[in-house]
């Protein structure tokens, strides 16, 4: 099983920081952060496998969800869905 996904860039001038963990068969949640420099989380997004905790190819399921979250959630900042947060916040 793949622990998470962990990836820094920078965006409108900001250094951000993506990160996507699993939490587990015990707390099948996958959560994805993106954080801003200084550590501030800025847009989220979590989503459950709890449906495919027994399922044969429950690893791979997790891994595509995984792949899916993060990518969908930077798409949405790259459309511009979070820019008022990154400048709210802008230190």
Same mark, same amino acid.
């Given at each position: @099983?793949?622990?998470?996904?962990?990836?820094?860039?920078?965006?409108?001038?900001?250094?951000?920081? /993506?990160?996507?963990?699993?939490?587990? /068969?015990?707390?099948? /949640?996958?959560?994805?952060?993106?954080?801003?420099?200084?550590?501030?989380?800025? =847009?989220?997004?979590? =989503?459950?496998?709890?449906?495919?905790?027994?399922?044969?190819?429950?690893?791979?399921?997790?891994?595509? @969800? @995984?792949?899916?979250?993060?990518? =969908?959630?930077?798409?949405?900042?790259?459309?511009?869905?979070?820019?008022?947060?990154?400048?709210?916040?802008?230190?």
């Amino acid at each position: @099983m793949e622990i998470g996904f962990n990836q820094n860039f920078k965006y409108k001038g900001v250094v951000c920081h /993506v990160q996507t963990e699993d939490g587990g /068969v015990n707390n099948p /949640v996958i959560t994805t952060h993106i954080f801003k420099d200084g550590g501030t989380i800025f =847009a989220s997004r979590r =989503a459950s496998y709890a449906d495919a905790v027994n399922a044969t190819d429950r690893d791979e399921q997790v891994k595509r @969800m @995984m792949r899916e979250q993060t990518i =969908a959630l930077l798409k949405d900042l790259k459309a511009g869905k979070f820019d008022h947060l990154i400048e709210r916040n802008k230190e």
